[in-house]
């Protein structure tokens, strides 16, 4: 139905930037919220960023003011473009689309990407 597919991703050094994307792609009717989310080793999957179809916009704490999200509706498409990178945001970064499959039914299902490695060295 929905397939979400990550790009983007690989080895930095600290102080470094990365860009990430994803798309969505399949037979729906919208997609609502688009997100990243990442686990690092041994810990729990951790919201990242978010942005609304109208283009609101959350972060967790810690990578506000070093990372952007953004999105591309035409394409169903996100972006997080990652700066000033720091070893503690290595991970593996998923991206999440909330899809409404049909015009007639309000529920919404939450669809995930297969995950992309990001590596900051020191």
């Known amino acids: 139905q929905v397939q979400v597919v990550e790009s983007g991703g690989g080895l930095v050094q600290a102080g470094g930037s990365l860009p990430l994307s994803c798309a969505a792609s399949g037979i729906f009717f919208r997609i ?14 951790e919201l990242v960023a978010t942005i609304t179809s109208g283009g609101s916009t959350n972060y967790a704490d810690s990578v506000k003011g070093r990372f952007t999200i953004s999105r591309d ?24 689309a909330n899809v409404r499959l049909y015009s007639t039914i309000e529920t919404k299902f939450d669809y995930w990407g297969q995950g992309t490695q990001v590596t900051v060295s020191s």
């Open 32 to 45: 609502n919220t688009m997100g990243w989310y990442r686990q690092a080793p041994g810990k729990q999957r």
């Open 73 to 96: 509706n035409a394409k169903n498409t996100v972006y997080l473009q990652m700066n000033s990178l720091k070893p503690e945001d290595t991970a593996v970064y998923y991206c999440n």
